[in-house]
T-cell receptor, first 113, second 108 residues
Framework: DADVTQTPRNRITKTGKRIMLECSQTKGHDRMYWYRQDPGLGLRLIYYSFDVKDINKGEISDGYSVSRQAQAKFSLSLESAIPNQTALYFC????????????FGEGSRLTVL | GEDVEQSLFLSVREGDSSVINCTYTDSSSTYLYWYKQEPGAGLQLLTYIFSNMDMKQDQRLTVLLNKKDKHLSLRIADTQTGDSAIYFCAGTLYKLSFGAGTTVTVRA
């Protein structure tokens, strides 16, 4: 089983719908992250959490919200999806002492029509 | 935060060396990283270099760091078809900032 699991892996939805992407990890890491990947733009940080009670905005948090339900679970929500949120979304985790070594899930491809 | 720039595409012949370049703006990054993304997969850490080092070698990989010019490079010796991927450089102060990624295509 993968250390970082994302669900769903693929999702097609319509403008205005609420979408939740879920992430769970078995690494035992305190730090979790949500990134989106767009061609030519690389990875951009949406939200990050350094522990269960800590939530921080990244560089592109508008239109997104997150919930850290437990150390192992970090979900990303799009309250009202719009077409420019069509992207590949990645969840990642890291250890406190090796913060730059991220472990990524396989990604969730979201298409908003 | 860290701004990281890298060229978008590189085509290399199988068996040749690949060199992927990256420039960054924030000299306070403690570590600088190279990640690899194979098709349909998430990113995986390839190698990293501590900011007080100039060079790090790991089998076919050589990382060079020029702190004066804020330039980082990754050299892959004897490039193979399995090296076809997107390569990201990243720097960290409190959290990682990634470059746009360099798509490396290995041709026969």
């Amino acid at each position: 089983d993968a250390d970082v699991t994302q669900t769903p892996r693929n999702r097609i939805t319509k403008t205005g719908k609420r979408i939740m992407l879920e992430c769970s990890q078995t690494k035992g890491h305190d730090r979790m992250y949500w990134y989106r990947q767009d061609p030519g733009l690389g990875l951009r940080l949406i939200y990050y959490s350094f522990d269960v009670k800590d939530i921080n905005k990244g560089e592109i948090s508008d239109g997104y919200s997150v919930s850290r339900q437990a150390q192992a679970k970090f979900s990303l929500s799009l309250e009202s999806a719009i077409p420019n949120q069509t992207a590949l979304y990645f969840c990642a985790t890291s250890d406190v002492y090796r913060a730059g070594e991220l472990f990524f899930g396989e990604g969730s491809r979201l298409t908003v029509l | 935060g860290e701004d990281v720039e890298q060229s978008l595409f590189l085509s290399v012949r199988e068996g040749d060396s690949s060199v992927i370049n990256c420039t960054y703006t924030d000299s306070s990054s403690t570590y600088l990283y190279w990640y690899k993304q194979e098709p349909g997969a998430g990113l995986q850490l390839l190698t990293y270099i501590f900011s007080n080092m100039d060079m790090k070698q790991d089998q076919r990989l050589t990382v060079l760091l020029n702190k004066k010019d804020k330039h980082l490079s990754l050299r892959i010796a004897d490039t193979q078809t399995g090296d076809s991927a997107i390569y990201f450089c990243a720097g960290t102060l409190y959290k990682l900032s990634f470059g746009a990624g360099t798509t490396v295509t290995v041709r026969a």
